[in-house]
C-alpha cells in the first residue's frame, strides 16, 4: 500500500463547476499537507499549504485536512479552463524534509 | 527570474554515457532538494541538502548516481553509466529553513531520455 493515495483521474468538469480533489494517507505522523499544480511537461507549482486540520481559503482555492481519516482535500470554486492541470498533493513529517506525493489527479475543465 | 533554475532543459544520452545536470536555487533558499519524476507519476525524493549538507537519501538514489552542494548554493546532479530505466525528468526544489514552515518551490525540471 501507497502511503499516499490519490486518484489518477482524468476528472472533467464544465467551466465554472467546484472542483474537488482528494487524497488519502496512511502514515499518521505526517503533519504538513501540501498542494501543487502541474502543468504539462512543467514542474510542479506549489498552490497551499495546511499544518493543521481543518480549512485554509486562498481566493478559488481551499484546502482542507482531516487528520483523525487521514483524509485531505483541495476545492477549486468556479474551475476554469486555465485550471486544466494535474493537481498532486504531497505531505511530510515534522523535522524532516521529504516529501511524499500522491500520483496526481489529472483536471480537464471544458470550456 | 528569480525562480528555481535547471540546466539543461532536456538532455538525450546513449546508454551507458554519463550525465550532469545543475540547478540553481532562489537565492535565499539554504535547503534544496533533487526528486525524479516518471509518467503519470508524483515526483519521488531523491536527496536533500541543508546548505552544503546532505542531508538525506533515498535508496533510489543508487551508487550510480550522485549529487554535490560543493558550497551551499547551486547543486549538480550525476549520473553514471546511464541505463534506460534513468529515463525521466529531474527535479530541483529549494527552501528557506527559517523561524516556521517553508514548503519547497520547484524547478522546471530536466527531462532526461537514455536512447
Known amino acids: 500500500q501507497k502511503e499516499v493515495e490519490q486518484d489518477p483521474g482524468p476528472l472533467s468538469v464544465p467551466e465554472g463547476a467546484i472542483v474537488s480533489l482528494n487524497c488519502t494517507y496512511s502514515n499518521s505522523a505526517f503533519q504538513y499537507f501540501m498542494w501543487y499544480r502541474q502543468y504539462s511537461r512543467k514542474g510542479p507549482e506549489l498552490l497551499m499549504y495546511?499544518?493543521?486540520?481543518g480549512n485554509k481559503e486562498d481566493g478559488r482555492f481551499t484546502a482542507q485536512v482531516d487528520k483523525s481519516s487521514k483524509y485531505i482535500s483541495l476545492f477549486i470554486r468556479d474551475s476554469q479552463p486555465s485550471d486544466s492541470a494535474t493537481y498532486l498533493c504531497a505531505m511530510r513529517v515534522s523535522g524532516t524534509y521529504k516529501y511524499i506525493f500522491g500520483t496526481g489527479t489529472r483536471l480537464k475543465v471544458l470550456a | 527570474d528569480t525562480g528555481v533554475s535547471q540546466d539543461p532543459r532536456h538532455k538525450i544520452t546513449k546508454r551507458g554515457q554519463n550525465v550532469t545536470f545543475r540547478c540553481d536555487p532562489i537565492s535565499e533558499h539554504n535547503r534544496l532538494y533533487w526528486y525524479r519524476q516518471t509518467l503519470g507519476q508524483g515526483p519521488e525524493f531523491l536527496t536533500y541538502f541543508q546548505n552544503e549538507a546532505q542531508l538525506e537519501k533515498s535508496r533510489l538514489l543508487s551508487d550510480r548516481f550522485s549529487a554535490e552542494r560543493p558550497k551551499g548554493s547551486f547543486s549538480t546532479l550525476e549520473i553514471q553509466r546511464t541505463e534506460q530505466g534513468d529515463s525521466a525528468m529531474y527535479l530541483c526544489a529549494s527552501s528557506l529553513a527559517g523561524t516556521g514552515p517553508s514548503e519547497a518551490f520547484f524547478g522546471q525540471g530536466t527531462r532526461l531520455t537514455v536512447v
Open positions: 495546511t499544518y493543521s486540520s
